[in-house]
């Protein structure tokens, strides 16, 4: 069996509970991995019989994970090998995902020479949601319409200050800035839980990041859009997927050539290797000649096709049937083993 994601258990079920990871922060990866399937669902089973049930602010505090598209353990569905083959999902995002005005405390507003994240005045750097090297993506997607300037990347709703330091932890996709439950302190007794855009740490065994700035609500960002934040966070969970298409085997991925030409098809490990493998494609991305010319022989995929009811290649885990973790700090002080999400494809 092989995970398409892992995830650092960062998130505290409770005072005194075990870690685990964000529900709603947890299911959307997969979604977005997926294709954008906001139908599939996490299950605590490969064959779809225990649904996870815990509400999307909870905590998932198991070791391992199924994703299952419309209840159909055995639909093989395609997943999206890279961020500059993802199609942002227009209309459709979460409503988990409020605006940033509607959930920035009102003291927040119309400060913006500070850092977002440690409150800092000193050291400040502009740091872009959507990446500058994502230009290319951004037009191809149209994101401009959540802008003045439908152009190019816009002034204000695709940028925030952030410390020098921080910047760099971002750039790294060591946090993500996603929306979670909080509660504002503002010192009164019937403030209320209300949706809360904080940071997310991804990099596992971390403590000081971890430690200092996990769950940490930003602030000065309501003049930014939840669309930049949603394209941030599938820009760094697609780089935490790349693992699972270089593991050798035949993968059926939906791919985009670059000019809106978007195709389901089973690609061969060697090919995946190929194409997305090494820090210069992955960090860079793949020029779309390049990618078509590799793609094009390649026949179309039927997506659900039928298999074999016993081969249950949708759980997590290594194929000899152990579980695939790694430690964090010591027990108690920061993130422990990695949480594993996957399904067939």
């Not at 419309?70 to 395609?78: C, E, T």
Request: aromatic residues 10%.
């Amino acid at each position: 069996m092989s995970a398409f994601l892992l995830l650092s258990r960062v998130d505290a079920a409770g005072i005194d509970g075990p870690l685990g990871v964000h529900h709603g922060t947890a299911l959307l990866a997969c979604q977005l991995i997926a294709d954008n399937n906001f139908d599939g669902r996490l299950y605590t089973d490969p064959r779809g019989q225990h649904p996870v049930l815990v509400g999307l602010d909870d905590i998932l505090t198991s070791d391992n994970y199924y994703f299952i598209i419309d209840k159909d353990y055995k639909l093989r569905y395609p997943i999206v090998p890279s961020f500059r083959d993802w199609t942002f999902p227009h209309d459709r995002i979460p409503d988990s995902w409020p605006s940033l005005a509607a959930t920035s405390p009102q003291d927040y507003l119309g400060y913006g020479n500070r850092c977002a994240l440690t409150n800092y005045a000193s050291g400040l750097e502009t740091a872009h949601i959507v990446p500058e090297e994502e230009l290319e993506w951004f037009q191809r997607e149209a994101m401009g319409r959540y802008s003045p300037y439908p152009t190019g990347f816009p002034d204000s709703e695709n940028r925030m200050k952030l410390r020098a330091d921080i910047h760099r932890l971002y750039e790294g996709s060591e946090f993500v800035i996603v929306p979670k439950q909080e509660i504002h302190d503002t010192g009164k007794e019937e403030d209320p839980k209300r949706p809360c855009y904080v940071a997310h740490c991804l990099g596992p065994g971390n403590e000081e990041i971890w430690g200092l700035h996990h769950n940490l609500p930003l602030q000065y960002i309501e003049h930014t859009r939840r669309e930049m934040h949603l394209a941030r966070f599938a820009w760094a969970i697609f780089s935490q997927a790349n693992f699972f298409l270089l593991q050798g085997s035949t993968r059926a991925v939906v791919t985009d050539d670059g000019n809106g030409e978007r195709k389901v098809q089973e690609v061969s490990g060697s090919t995946l290797r190929e194409l997305y493998g090494g820090e210069e494609n992955w960090d860079s991305g793949l020029l779309s000649s390049r990618k078509k010319r590799k793609l094009d022989h390649l026949g179309e995929y039927s997506v659900g096709e039928p298999e074999d009811e016993d081969n249950e290649d949708n759980g997590f885990g290594d194929d000899d049937g152990s579980d695939q973790e790694e430690e964090g700090g010591g027990e108690g002080t920061g993130p422990e083993d990695l949480k594993e999400f996957g399904g067939r494809s």
